[in-house]
């Protein structure tokens, strides 16, 4: 799992689903140290933008085990 983009569209792919343009844009916006604020309507999918972001941030960026 390279990148947070990576590993999500591998769980979207499993669900059968696919990440809105928001979603990764967030993820690029986080893997590249920037900060924001979302805003999107309940049930939008914020909380996998956040999500898949976050998990990407706590990887540790040295481990071969991760690529």
Known sequence: M???RNFAKTWF?????K???FQKDVWAA???GRSGLLHASTGA???Y???????QSFRPQSSA???
């Open 45 to 47: 999918g914020k909380t």
């Open 65 to 67: 085990r991760y690529r």
């Open 2 to 4: 390279a990148t947070s």
């Open 19 to 21: 990440p809105f343009t």
């Open 13 to 17: 792919a499993a669900k059968g689903w």
């Open 49 to 55: 933008a956040l999500w898949f972001a976050s998990a």
């Open 30 to 32: 986080v893997q590249s």
